[in-house]
T-cell receptor, first 117, second 108 residues
Framework: ETGVTQTPRHLVMGMTNKKSLKCEQH?????MYWYKQSAKKPLELMFV???????ENNSVPSRFSPECPNSSHLFLHLHTLQPEDSALYLC????????????????FGPGTRLTVT | QKEVEQNSGPLSVPEGAIASLNCTYS??????FFWYRQYSGKSPELIMS????GDKEDGRFTAQLNKASQYVSLLIRDSQPSDSATYLC????????FGTGTSLTVIP
C-alpha cells in the first residue's frame, strides 16, 4: 500500500449506530488530519494530530471522537450522528508544522462517503 | 470575511488556452500556499505549493504569489480536457484554510 488509505470507502449508518472510520498513511509523516467536506462548502478541518498528540479540535461535536494510536494510524469514532453529518470525510497526512509557521504539503486519502439515515 | 476566497466559477476555457485561477486570503501571517485539484467524486490532489513571492513553474502549471496583495494564482497553460476539475486554494497561517474551489471546464 502506498500513500494514504481510508476504510471503508462508503458507509451508511442509522442515527443510533456506532461506527469507526480508519485512516493509514505510508508516507513517513508525523501529522494527520480529519476533514469534513459537504456540498458547496469549503473543506472543514476537524482534528489535527502531531506526533500522536491532538493539537487542534475545531469545535467538533462530541459525537465525533478521534483516536491516534501511532503516527501512521488515525481513527474517527462515530456515534449518535445526525443526518446533517452526511458528508465526505477525508483523512490527510503531512510532515509536522510549527504553530503559526511554515506548513508542509498535505496528502489526502480517498475519503469515506458517509450517509446518516 | 472568509479566510480564503475564490471565484466559484464555473470557468470555461477552450482546449489549448490559458486558464487563470485566483485566490485571495485575509491572514497576513500566512506563509504557505497550496493548490489542489479535485475531480468529481475524488479527494483533493496536491498540484502546487509556493512559499515565497514570485512565480513557481511546474510543467504546464505556474503558481504566482504576492504577499503584499494577499493574492495567489494558478495558471494552467495549454489547457486540456483532463484539467477539468475543481481547484482548491489552501493557505496556512495559524490554521490550514481551504477556499470553496473554482470549477474549471476545458472545452475540446
Amino acid at each position: 500500500e502506498t500513500g494514504v488509505t481510508q476504510t471503508p470507502r462508503h458507509l451508511v449508518m442509522g442515527m443510533t449506530n456506532k461506527k469507526s472510520l480508519k485512516c493509514e498513511q505510508h508516507l513517513g509523516h508525523n501529522a494527520m488530519y480529519w476533514y469534513k467536506q459537504s456540498a458547496k462548502k469549503p473543506l472543514e478541518l476537524m482534528f489535527v494530530y502531531n506526533f500522536k498528540e491532538q493539537t487542534e479540535n475545531n469545535s467538533v461535536p462530541s459525537r465525533f471522537s478521534p483516536e491516534c494510536p501511532n503516527s501512521s494510524h488515525l481513527f474517527l469514532h462515530l456515534h449518535t450522528l445526525q443526518p446533517e453529518d452526511s458528508a465526505l470525510y477525508l483523512c490527510a497526512s503531512s510532515h509536522p508544522s510549527t504553530s503559526g509557521g511554515l506548513s508542509y504539503e498535505q496528502y489526502f486519502g480517498p475519503g469515506t462517503r458517509l450517509t446518516v439515515t | 470575511q472568509k479566510e480564503v476566497e475564490q471565484n466559484s466559477g464555473p470557468l470555461s476555457v477552450p482546449e489549448g488556452a490559458i486558464a487563470s485561477l485566483n485566490c485571495t486570503y485575509s491572514d497576513r501571517v500566512s506563509q504557505s500556499f497550496f493548490w489542489y485539484r479535485q475531480y468529481s467524486g475524488k479527494s483533493p490532489e496536491l498540484i502546487m505549493s509556493i512559499y515565497s513571492n514570485g512565480d513557481k513553474e511546474d510543467g504546464r502549471f505556474t503558481a504566482q504569489l504576492n504577499k503584499a496583495s494577499q493574492y495567489v494564482s494558478l495558471l494552467i497553460r495549454d489547457s486540456q480536457p483532463s484539467d477539468s476539475a475543481t481547484y482548491l486554494c489552501a493557505v496556512t497561517g495559524n490554521q490550514f484554510y481551504f477556499g470553496t474551489g473554482t470549477s474549471l471546464t476545458v472545452i475540446p
